[in-house]
């Protein structure tokens, strides 16, 4: 249904009188790029303008870690048990050394902001790619083929969709010992099948059309016409599962890394953050240790649901306005 | 949400402060509270619930204190606020303590007049065949009791006794049959009060072992149900003050007065409050807001965080004390089997360098500072006979001597340092002591992997599985220790973690052997005074240490805290805590 395909501007009415004037209206009709409708529409959402301004920053936050370090002269793991911790091991708040805070170790949680930044992104960003990469694979196959071949990927999918995710989780980590690679691989095996049912719902929708007919009736092979023809028409769906996939899989890499099973310490992760203010109940004392990875946690995620729902809005402008689409 | 929290805490300590400095406590009793009451109920919170609700059975710290409650020992200690008070033996169903005969072979146990069972048809005196048939209790071929192997080589006979009870089937009848009629010749009861003990071997902390519950005497209905069962649970019959009234597992325990007690009979509990309601399932947090609110009085399994506990400080909480254990925790066992680097620690340069390596003061601080730990340098932790302060291996005062531990490194033929494996629970502290432990071996260039292990898994099947230690699982690993019961208990330390007689035990977790500390401890445990056993079991340390089979590092205070309407809040050393049985409730 949601077609990307160029779409013509709509005519201007008006009657040349001039050769000048008709120049200039010439030059006013040209025809726009679907590409750069879409950034038209998007410049005009704040949300998305907003979003896109927060996760640029904490990109560059996150690229400019070592940097961080370097400014502040305090390494992601270097513990400063005079300066950052009480004699009874307190951390200090917030102050001109440590700007936001020490952690229970006498470690700055701005450098270990940064440092973890890194983490979240790079899972964030590598799990969902991978995720939506195998769920647009399954799913357009299934969807193409249909008949035993839909059966089976479509079974493999509800299989997939009614593990329990911790429970799995716990126990693959358990026996393989926690590791980034491993923490990706989780989130990615448990992402991939929401994109994978849209995607084949979508490719069954167009596969009777008559492009598709009319490739098949020119030679092209399945394979052509599964990547050629039909892939083109599922941008708008992967762009914005896909955008939307890198919050969730944030967040399931810092529920991983908060209950143990994900990044090892003392490499520092948002979710490692989180546990290090839980143990112990320094929530109760620290409140930095909560606020920041905490807030940075929840920034950007929302910058990335906020996108994503805004390029869905860009992308899609027929579905925005009769309620959820794509 | 710290500060939601923190202002109505502030409000209640200047309230607090106030009404302290209005009344002026009365006495100079540090416990404070006014004069002794009696009535009320004690309100218990505990996360987890009992270990077993059968003194034979029981091995777990906080359940110690409603053993306290509900069954009386032969010889136990007076609850106090006084370190050294609290672990001097007394007598409770004993009249007396017990002094060895010449030969250090024998003791003799005179019961008290009143002691009574509270028995389901009328009270009944507590005889001496009730204390032999609560030894032999302790191995039933259905769950032996966690510490009936220090009894079982000791008194003589036992060994057979439990051997021929190993083969009877685990049912009410059989067992019943072959308890009473089949005896073990080390426990003779000439009269109704009287108890000989013949052991196979001098053991100068016999009396300390007569203290765990594990030796309580066991009434005859004890063998009308399996041991530690839910109907045992229901039935059980008391001789301490209280009884139980009411108990449904993980949720809660109520205790009653039992009116077969007589005070009289009994010097040690006074048994101020009616009864204790112990309520399960609740989280840290909330059991020390309820604790503060005062809708609550004592913890069981449950602990101030160190969080809480530096509000408390802040608030200048008198509520809030601390008591050592005889405890080494945190200690770092090294893994002489080890086939990681070419098999190096079983090099005893390495391990030396490991020694100088660590720092010590870190880890207290991280544990919460010197108000609630300390260094320790060896095998013994204050608080338990032989211990004694002294450092074989002096590092700036625990700090760690990085250029001693790399000087070593070189000399054991790592000059460019050396990788070691580490495993760690995934649980309150333990990953922050182990990234303490990490970054300071990194000063002496040991570059420390860790490794996660889920918390329930960590002792039971990680590091008491020898395949892990031969197959290089693990090369140092950080683990604690308690004695099993107070004072004269060293035995209790060295025997299970230090000794290897060719059969493997779980927590000596290399098969660490030192034959002149075998020798040593012999001697120890045939000394007559206490002074003397104090100072073998020093040279006990002292041996193993020289081997460096592990890094001690710390001992921890247990930090303890109750409501403000907790009167005489007196430290009993078996439960680590506050004595149910000796505070009284005030309002």
């Not at chain 1, 994900?262 to 004392?285: E, F, H, K, R």
């Not at chain 2, 989280?283 to 809480?308: C, H, K, R, T, V």
């Not at chain 2, 000596?508 to 073998?536: H, K």
């Amino acid at each position: 249904m949601s077609l990307s395909t160029s779409k013509p501007p709509a005519p201007r009415l008006a009657t040349p009188k001039t050769a000048a004037i008709a120049a200039r209206n010439a030059a006013d009709v040209q025809l726009r790029g679907s590409w750069s409708l879409t950034f038209a529409r998007l410049r005009r959402d704040p949300a998305s303008i907003g979003s896109i301004a927060v996760i640029l920053l904490i990109v560059a936050f996150a690229i400019g870690a070592p940097l961080v370090a370097a400014w502040t002269g305090h390494g992601p793991t270097e513990q400063f048990r005079d300066t950052g911790l009480s004699p009874s091991g307190i951390p200090v708040g917030p102050s001109a050394e440590f700007l936001l805070g020490a952690d229970q170790l006498g470690r700055d949680v701005l450098v270990r902001l940064a440092y973890g930044a890194q983490v979240s992104l790079l899972v964030g960003v590598v799990a969902s790619i991978a995720a939506s990469m195998i769920g647009v694979v399954v799913g357009v196959v299934a969807g193409f083929f249909g008949g035993p071949v839909d059966t089976v990927l479509s079974r493999i999918t509800d299989l997939v969709m009614s593990v329990p995710f911790l429970l799995c989780a716990i126990a693959l980590v358990a026996v393989l010992g926690p590791s980034l690679p491993l923490s990706i691989a989780v989130i990615v095996f448990f992402s991939w099948t929401g994109l994978a049912r849209v995607i084949r719902g979508q490719v069954m929708a167009l596969r009777h059309r008559e492009f598709v007919e009319a490739a098949r009736s020119l030679g092209a092979s399945r394979t052509s016409i599964m990547f050629r023809d039909i892939l083109p028409n599922l941008v708008v769906p992967i762009i914005v599962y896909t955008t939307l996939m890198i919050p969730s899989a944030i967040v399931f890499e810092a529920t991983l890394s908060f209950l143990g099973l994900g990044i090892v310490p003392p490499t520092p992760s948002w979710g490692n953050m989180l546990a290090d203010a839980a143990n112990g109940s320094l929530y109760l004392i620290a409140w930095w240790m909560v606020v920041v990875p905490g807030g940075a946690l929840l920034a950007l995620t929302l910058a990335f649901n906020l996108l994503g729902d805004g390029l869905r809005d860009a992308l899609d402008p027929a579905a925005s306005k009769g309620g959820k689409g794509a | 949400m710290s500060r939601k929290l923190l202002v109505p805490a502030t409000a209640l300590t200047v309230a607090t402060v106030f009404a302290l400095a209005a009344c002026a406590p009365s006495s100079d009793d540090a416990a404070g509270g006014g004069e002794p009451k009696a009535g009320g109920t004690l309100k218990v919170l505990a996360n987890g619930d009992v270990d077993h609700l059968d003194p034979q059975l029981v091995a777990y710290v906080p359940t110690y204190n409603v053993m306290r409650s509900i069954s009386r020992s032969l010889l136990s200690y007076s609850a106090s606020n006084d370190a050294a008070e609290r672990i001097v033996l007394q007598p409770d169903l004993a009249e007396a303590v017990p002094e060895p005969s010449a030969d250090g072979l024998s003791y003799t146990i005179t019961l008290r007049d009143g002691i009574t069972w509270g028995a389901p048809d009328g009270e009944r005196a507590i005889v001496a065949s009730d204390v032999e048939r609560g030894i032999k209790r302790l191995c039933n071929p259905l769950i032996s009791g966690a510490l009936a192997g220090y009894f079982t080589g000791l008194i003589e006979g036992m060994a057979e006794f439990c051997t021929g009870f190993a083969a009877v089937a685990p049912e009410v009848d059989p067992m019943r049959e072959y308890l009473e009629n089949t005896d073990i010749s080390g426990i003779e009861t000439p009269d109704d009060t009287t108890v000989v003990f013949t052991l196979t071997k001098p053991a100068s902390d016999f009396p300390f072992m007569l203290s765990l519950d594990a030796a309580d005497p066991a009434p005859i209905e004890a063998l009308d149900e399996l041991p530690d069962s839910p109907e045992y649970r229901r039935s059980f019959v008391s001789s301490g003050p209280y009884k139980v009234a009411d108990y449904t597992p993980d949720a809660k325990l109520v205790l009653e007065r039992n009116e077969a007690w007589n005070p009289d009979s009994d010097p040690l509990r006074k048994a101020y409050v009616d009864s204790i309601e112990m309520t399960m399932g609740v989280e840290g947090d909330a059991a020390m807001q309820q604790l503060q609110a005062g809708s609550a009085d004592l913890l069981f399994d449950l602990s101030p965080s160190p969080a809480n506990i530096q509000q408390l400080k802040a608030q200048n909480d008198d509520k809030l004390s601390t008591m050592e254990n005889g405890g080494v925790d945190q200690f770092m066992w090294i893994n002489t089997k080890s086939p990681n680097n070419g098999g190096a620690l079983a090099d005893l340069k390495l391990r030396q360098a490991l020694q100088y390596a660590v720092d010590k003061t870190a880890v207290v601080q991280t544990m919460g500072g010197e108000e609630l730990a300390g260094v320790t340098n060896g095998i013994f932790g204050p608080g338990i006979l032989g211990y004694e302060e002294y450092d074989p291996y002096p590092a700036n005062d625990g700090k760690g001597d990085p250029e001693k531990a790399k000087q070593l490194l070189a000399e054991a033929g790592f000059p460019d340092g050396i990788t070691l494996k580490l495993p760690y629970r995934n649980v309150g502290t333990q990953p922050d002591i182990a990234q303490t432990v990490q970054a300071s071996l990194e000063r002496a260039g040991i570059t420390v992997e860790l490794t996660p292990v889920p918390p329930t898994d960590y002792y039971a099947n990680f590091m008491t599985n020898p395949e892990n230690a031969t197959t290089g699982a693990w090369d140092i690993a950080l683990v604690g220790w308690s004695p099993d019961w107070q004072g004269g208990a060293a035995r209790s330390v060295f025997q299970p973690q230090f000794v290897f007689d060719g059969t493997h035990q779980s927590y000596n977790y290399v098969d660490y052997n030192s034959d002149a500390a075998n020798a040593l401890a012999e001697q120890a445990l045939a000394a007559t005074t206490p002074e003397e056993a104090g100072d073998l079991w020093h040279q006990v340390d002292e041996a193993v240490m020289a081997d460096s089979p592990m890094v001690s590092i710390a001992y921890r205070l247990k930090p303890n805290y109750h409501s403000e309407r907790v009167g005489g809040f007196v430290e009993y050393a078996q439960s680590q805590n506050g004595d149910w049985t000796n505070v009284w409730l005030n309002g």
